[in-house]
């Protein structure tokens, strides 16, 4: 059968083909409106907290509390990216800011405060960009005022506290770092020392000591073995492990194992035992130091500092009194 194609039917068939070649045009153009950045602006991605990607944040590499006559003062140093602005916080207000030199280095000394200082960097790299908050926090507590600073554990009469303060610098999932104990010295036995412990509420803990000859470390809970871990380079050694410790006071040990051959190694073994003192999480609604991010439980052979982290959770660290080990 032969069809035949009306002037009408053509029109109408060339007039559908030429709307939709113009729908498909306009989609086009609809999918590629938006306008790319000019190419002399780099590209940054805001993170979930707050930083941008390839901008490195401030960080503390030296902190140092001195006398000055009848003042004390910080000394705080570190490293970011050159030509930008640190600006340091105490609690949320600014304290001071300072530019960073040529070679990626800046410093700055600030009075201390009487009461609770929590430290943190803020790098700007212009006037109007966003600020990149550093992973670091850094903590003075001063120890307590009383009437008498006499420890009475177990009969001793020598001072509880050797310093004016605890100073240390913690990131969220590391190691905590202890720049100034209130207690002067840490639990040891012979080249062994055990400095701080952080842990969570899971179960995971970072262990963190030190030993002045090469070696091992075998850590234990009760009697149970949980970790062990090779001593680095500076005779700095810490265990990092999530799920391990149980929602309960234990005694944690950590024994020494010398490398082989190694001359000064100790005739006796090398122990050091620390009660582990699980505090559980606040209840909802419970306010903590005022602020609702700290917590800080003061025992004469132990200090615990618990802070939430942004995002949700909390961390704990337990700095130790010599007299601690058991």
């Known amino acids: 059968m032969t069809r035949v194609f009306t002037r009408g039917r053509y029109i109408l068939i060339v007039g559908s083909a030429l709307l939709l070649a113009i729908l498909l045009y306009l989609a086009l153009r609809v999918s590629g409106s938006a306008d790319p950045a000019p190419e002399d602006a780099p590209s940054k991605t805001e993170t979930a907290n707050g930083s941008m990607i390839g901008v490195e944040p401030a960080s503390f590499q030296q902190i140092a509390e001195i006398s000055d006559g009848n003042t004390r003062r910080l000394q705080l140093s570190g490293h970011a990216e050159a030509g930008a602005v640190v600006v340091i916080t105490n609690r949320g207000e600014r304290m001071r800011q300072v530019r960073v030199d040529e070679g990626g280095q800046w410093r700055v000394t600030l009075d201390v405060l009487p009461s609770?200082?929590?430290?943190?960097?803020?790098?700007?790299?212009?006037?109007?960009?966003?600020?990149?908050?550093?992973?670091?926090?850094?903590?003075?507590?001063?120890?307590?005022?009383?009437d008498s600073s006499e420890n009475e554990v177990e009969g001793r009469t020598e001072p509880i506290y050797k310093t004016s303060a605890l100073i240390m610098v913690t990131a969220p999932g590391g190691p905590s770092r202890i720049i100034?104990?209130?207690?002067?010295?840490?639990?040891?036995?012979?080249?062994?020392s055990l400095n701080v412990i952080d842990y969570d509420y899971t179960g995971g803990v970072i262990i963190t000591g030190s030993s002045s000859i090469p070696g091992r470390v075998r850590l234990f809970a009760e009697d149970k073995v949980i970790a062990e871990t090779g001593i680095g380079v500076g005779g700095r050694w810490n265990s990092i492990a999530g799920h391990l410790l149980p929602g309960a006071n234990v005694t944690l040990r950590a024994a020494l194992i010398p490398a082989d051959g190694t001359p000064n190694a100790p005739s006796e073994p090398a122990i050091v035992s620390v009660?582990?003192?699980?505090?559980?999480?606040?209840?909802?609604?419970?306010?903590?130091?005022?602020?609702?991010?700290?917590?800080?439980?003061?025992?004469?052979?132990?200090?615990?500092?618990?802070?939430?982290l942004i995002g949700g959770g909390a961390q704990s660290t337990i700095i130790y009194s010599p007299e601690a080990a058991q």
């Open 275 to 308: 009660p582990f003192n699980f505090i559980p999480p606040p209840a909802a609604g419970d306010d903590q130091d005022g602020s609702g991010s700290l917590f800080v439980n003061i025992d004469p052979l132990q200090w615990q500092i618990r802070r939430t």
């Open 180 to 192: 100034q104990s209130p207690f002067g010295g840490t639990p040891s036995s012979g080249p062994l």
């Open 116 to 146: 609770l200082m929590v430290l943190k960097a803020q790098l700007y790299q212009t006037e109007n960009s966003a600020g990149v908050r550093s992973e670091e926090t850094v903590f003075r507590l001063p120890v307590p005022q009383t």
